[in-house]
């Protein structure tokens, strides 16, 4: 090979990188990046004392009864998504990170549920699923129940919250009757 053909190729490969160098110069001018005023993703959880107690808030919540009259268990299904995650909801359904939800209303709290290995904590609750038991669980699950294995946060949203409950309480062969509230 002679030193022509040499400084041809050598030629042709700084050409081909001063090709990419303005091609990137250039894609960089036309498309450049916007950058969020503050990193990093928004979390939402309620604020705590250093004691891990809830600090009390200046609004005091809606009954979950008055709430589950205008609830749509249709709504609930959708804002439910977030649970399949860790939990099935159909007729018999396997057990995942957590049960199976289908007729956990009225059902006993840390027994059953096709074999699920519940936490000692939820073991020693007793008792069984009410709503306004689900409720209090599903707005702050270690709240409710400390030591839970549950690491989801709750679903802070009183609305949202009685959507999913109304979706629950619709997983059933025979739904029980939703609570009314006291006039």
Same mark, same amino acid.
């Given at each position: 090979?002679?030193?022509?053909?040499?400084?041809?190729?050598?030629?042709?490969?700084?050409?081909?990188?001063?090709?990419?160098?303005?091609?990137?110069?250039?894609?960089?001018?036309?498309?450049?990046? #916007?950058?969020?005023?503050?990193?990093?993703?928004?979390?939402?959880?309620?604020?705590?004392?250093?004691?891990?107690?809830?600090?009390?808030?200046?609004? #005091?919540?809606?009954?979950?009864?008055?709430?589950?009259?205008?609830?749509?268990?249709?709504?609930?299904?959708?804002?439910?998504? /977030?649970?399949?995650?860790?939990?099935?909801?159909?007729?018999?359904?396997?057990?995942?990170?957590?049960?199976?939800?289908?007729?956990? /209303?009225?059902?006993? #709290?840390?027994?059953?549920?096709?074999?699920?290995?519940?936490?000692?904590?939820? #073991?020693?609750?007793?008792?069984?699923?009410?709503?306004?038991?689900?409720?209090?669980?599903?707005?702050?699950?270690?709240?409710?129940?400390?030591?839970?294995?549950?690491?989801?946060?709750?679903?802070?949203?009183?609305?949202?919250?009685?959507?999913?409950?109304?979706?629950?309480?619709?997983?059933?062969?025979?739904?029980?009757?939703?609570?009314?509230?006291?006039?």
């Amino acid at each position: 090979m002679d030193s022509f053909e040499l400084n041809k190729i050598i030629g042709a490969v700084l050409a081909s990188c001063l090709v990419l160098l303005v091609t990137s110069f250039t894609a960089n001018a036309l498309f450049a990046p #916007k950058l969020p005023q503050k990193p990093g993703f928004a979390i939402e959880a309620k604020e705590t004392t250093e004691g891990g107690a809830k600090e009390a808030g200046p609004e #005091k919540a809606e009954p979950i009864e008055k709430l589950l009259q205008t609830a749509s268990a249709e709504k609930g299904q959708a804002a439910a998504k /977030v649970c399949q995650t860790c939990h099935t909801f159909e007729k018999g359904g396997a057990n995942r990170v957590g049960p199976n939800l289908y007729g956990i /209303v009225g059902d006993h #709290k840390g027994e059953g549920r096709g074999g699920f290995n519940f936490s000692a904590a939820m #073991k020693a609750k007793g008792g069984t699923w009410s709503i306004d038991d689900l409720n209090q669980f599903i707005a702050n699950p270690k709240g409710f129940v400390p030591g839970t294995a549950m690491g989801f946060a709750g679903i802070q949203k009183d609305s949202q919250r009685a959507d999913v409950l109304a979706y629950l309480n619709s997983l059933s062969d025979s739904p029980a009757p939703l609570p009314t509230a006291a006039k």
